[in-house]
């Protein structure tokens, strides 16, 4: 009787485990398919098949790199938000720049990025989270028909409860709120919080995993855009998340590092689109929004650059590849990461290989550990081959921030890491006018001022077990 029941068991778990490697081996056909890098594909071909009870599951959550949901999908199935982004092209059309057949990146990135560059914008530069926010709530305070909010993190502390109390403020005065924020950026925001705001008649929702069934599997993927819209007139976005740290009165660090950046005429119908297809996925609906717009007499030319998972190609990774190839002069980077994928490595040495002044800025002490010890890998790729690496040292560095030669600059929410190139969806607005990339340049000199220049002996003079840490960190690069 006890062999009998032993012998039963036995085999039940002889073909659970040869159910598991089945299981793994289809994975592996749909990783050698779908996985967009030879690396990953091997790592995952690897794991599928020695240990596929625990690869399975990291593989349904880590491995997934095309998000379910993609932009022309969503316009697809809602009539009205493909008429509106029909509408909102033709109205843009009107103030299209023609770009030259000599500008590469520019024709690059509106390719990859489906938003033209237009004329007839005010931008406006906003250094730091004081200067940011003081923006922030004062274009909160005087909006008068509706907002349009998304934020990666939004904290429940001191600025987080200013904020939460300003668009209950203007709910309660009859402005319409629309208010989106990042599941698993913001996962330590409480109900209590959402709940104070919807019961003003804020509406709020999350990017995440409630939208279907099956997003609940999309965990990797996130929504890094920061975007303030009023009136359809005014528009923010940049690198500051709502939270006390962000100010710099967080306990990690003395002084905070950042850029954002006010736009108003035209590109902000472009901001208000890219919101408004987040929204539709989060929420299935199309709210009324304004749509017309009137250009500024400053006249400034920019573009809205979206990229994410739902792009048909990894489109972050190919605008700094194409910024690396198109740069003639010089290619200043600053980003919170430095973790390049093969491609964009090799774009930045080819840069300076031809002479290009490239300068990477990151920041001197982490907030992420595994990121900031697989930087210091890149050092013997980067530094002698004439890639500049400058560690800020003034607080913590993290805005996001390109500059090519002098004729066009960046701001956004984009890092120099697989994150942006692949997993998150970002946001950047971009420019040629002469006055903006001046303004940028003088930014990021007093920036490199406070910087120190890396050397390759910070990482070759560093003892064994640090080395072996930075190596063992940039092995999970794909998913950091």
Known sequence: MFSHGFE?????GLVTV????VVGILHVLHALMHV???QGTIAWVISLITVPFLAIPMYWLLGRTRFSGNVGGRREKDGRLARLASSMHERLGRLEVEIPEDDAFERAARMLGGLPFTRGNRLEVLIDGEETFERIFQVIGETKSYLCVSFFIVKNDTLGMRFQQALIGRARAGVKVHFLFDEIGS????RRFLRELREAGVECH???INRYWWSRFQLNFRNHRKIIVADGEVALIGGLNVGDEYLGR???FAAWRDTHLEMRGPVVQAVQLVFLEDWFWAANDVPELHWDTRPEASDQVAAIIPTGPADPADSWQLIVAEAANSASEKLWITSPYFVPDEGVLTALQAAAIRGVDVRILIPERPDHLMVWLSAFTYYEQSIPLGIRIFRYHRGFLHQKVLLIDKRLAAV??????NRSFRLNFEI?????????????TGMLHLDFEQAREARLEDFKGKSFLFRIACRAARLFAPIQ
């Open 412 to 417: 956004g929410t984009a890092n120099l890491d």
């Open 250 to 252: 967080g306990r990690r």
């Open 18 to 21: 040869a159910l598991f490697y």
């Open 206 to 208: 999350s990017f995440g």
């Open 36 to 38: 967009r890098t030879s």
């Open 8 to 12: 039963a068991e036995t085999w039940l």
């Open 428 to 440: 950047t607005a971009f420019s040629t006018d002469r006055t903006f990339v001046e303004e940028i």
């Open 187 to 190: 996962h330590k925001l409480p």
